[in-house]
């Protein structure tokens, strides 16, 4: 009788509530489901929203984690435009899209959520995985920078960031957020993400080494040496060596003879003058209390401060200047960047 009566109208939703609950008493949950499904896609095309709501809503209170079911009532709610709700079905649905292992329709789903607001963190990291595993490097970064803005200390984040990095070119910036990750961990006492991390840096300091140059091949002795070596020594006469002509000739061939090296006091005074402006450079640069100079790894750390910088993640890029600044007080470099950070802090207060 309940199914006749379906037949003739299968949008009747007290009709079909009750043959639901004839399933259920029989342990046909699946079956009852599948009746709501189709009862909600007639009520669809029918234009018929409370009834499809309902049935959907049922739907899901029988079977929770039913891909279908959150599909479907989350089309539903962007129909009628109430899209936080619609929001949280497409998030359910493609995070279990994920779970089962069904990619290219979590993508969907998960972009469809994306577009409708913020995702969340979980759903950003699930998607940034899936984007990597196909190569789409350019996607990753801005999908996660609202994460990273967030929580600028995630782990998975940051590897997955750097990753994207590493895939499009930009060795530099990736093995500044391997550094980052290796101290973050080492913080927490992450052992294997030191451990990852820090394989990954040397992987990208062995692509980055200039190749060697082959070398070069053996000198070859010239023509005129190999005459040279031909050419037959012929003594000089003693008695020639006193002729005056041929002294004459050895100082006209040879050419001016260099003067011999003055002292200081012999100087000009521009030369002395030179020697003391070197040597005053020579004792600035010297001194204990002079400019501190950056080393490799502190321009790597400034480099990273910078790619903070652009990501807007000042409050990160100030700690690490901060640390900086400890070891290096008032380096030009060190606060041209704190001065930066804070006129960007002023712009968005």
């Not at 190569?135 to 803005?149: M, N, R, S, Y």
């Not at 652009?310 to 960047?337: F, N, S, V, Y």
């Amino acid at each position: 009788m309940l199914k006749q009566a379906l037949a003739v109208d299968p949008t009747r939703a007290a009709v079909t509530m009750r043959l639901v609950d004839a399933y259920l008493d029989k342990k046909l949950e699946r079956d009852a489901v599948c009746l709501l499904l189709r009862s909600a896609g007639t009520c669809e095309k029918e234009d018929k929203q409370e009834e499809e709501q309902v049935m959907l809503e049922r739907a899901i209170e029988i079977a929770p984690g039913d891909i279908d079911c959150r599909l479907q009532l989350g089309r539903m709610y962007l129909r009628r435009e109430e899209l936080d709700q619609a929001r949280e079905q497409f998030l359910q649905a493609a995070l279990a899209l994920k779970r089962a292992g069904r990619t290219e329709e979590f993508i969907t789903a998960a972009t469809k959520v994306c577009e409708l607001g913020d995702p969340g963190l979980e759903l950003r990291l699930e998607l940034a995985e899936c984007h990597c595993e196909q190569g789409l490097w350019d996607q990753i970064p801005p999908l996660l920078e609202p994460a990273l803005l967030k929580k600028s200390d995630d782990l998975r984040a940051l590897d997955l960031t750097a990753r994207a990095l590493e895939g499009m070119g930009e060795a530099g910036r990736a093995a500044s957020i391997y550094k980052r990750i290796a101290r973050l961990a080492r913080r927490t006492g992450d052992d294997l993400a030191v451990r990852v991390a820090e394989d990954r840096l040397a992987e990208l300091n062995a692509d980055r080494q200039p190749p060697t140059p082959p070398p070069l091949p053996p000198a070859q002795e010239s023509d005129d040496h190999a005459e040279q070596e031909d050419v037959e020594d012929v003594p000089l006469p003693a008695e020639s060596l006193d002729s005056p002509e041929v002294f004459d000739e050895v100082t006209e061939d040879s050419g001016p003879v260099p003067p011999l090296e003055r002292e200081e006091d012999d100087l000009e005074e521009d030369e002395k003058t030179i020697l003391v402006g070197m040597e005053n450079v020579l004792s600035s640069v010297s001194a204990p209390d002079g400019a501190p100079g950056i080393d490799d790894e502190q321009q790597e750390e400034l480099d990273e401060v910078d790619f903070f910088i652009g990501q807007g993640l000042l409050e990160e890029a100030g700690k690490m200047l901060t640390d900086l600044a400890a070891d290096h007080p008032g380096h030009p470099a060190i606060e041209e960047r704190l001065e930066r950070i804070r006129h960007l802090s002023d712009q968005d207060e």
